[in-house]
């Protein structure tokens, strides 16, 4: 599998597809936790939204300290994948 240039926008991605090659599994459910992008200018994450979108990913779940800015462009560009959570948020995942 090649991989990108490694950048801060791909980071996050680059750290998926080497968990993918690890695993053998190429499905990733859910990208969970705290994003750090709320300085972030818009064109540092349309990069990162479409790193994202090649994952191909079920489920977004971008915590408190994603930014509003990124939760907005989620809400834009993967509405079906963003699920809102925060602190006291609980959710099962099954196989």
Do not use: W
């Amino acid at each position: 599998m090649e991989r990108p240039d490694h950048t801060k926008e791909t980071k996050t991605a680059d750290t998926l597809r080497r968990a993918q090659e690890i695993t053998g599994i190429d499905k990733i459910y859910a990208l969970v936790g705290g994003f750090h992008l709320a300085p972030a200018p818009s064109d540092y994450l349309a990069k990162v939204m479409t790193e994202l979108k090649k994952l191909d990913l079920a489920h977004v779940m971008p915590m408190h300290c994603s930014g509003q800015n990124f939760i907005d462009l989620a809400k834009q560009e993967i509405p079906e994948k963003l699920v809102l959570c925060g602190t006291g948020s609980s959710f099962t995942f099954t196989a």
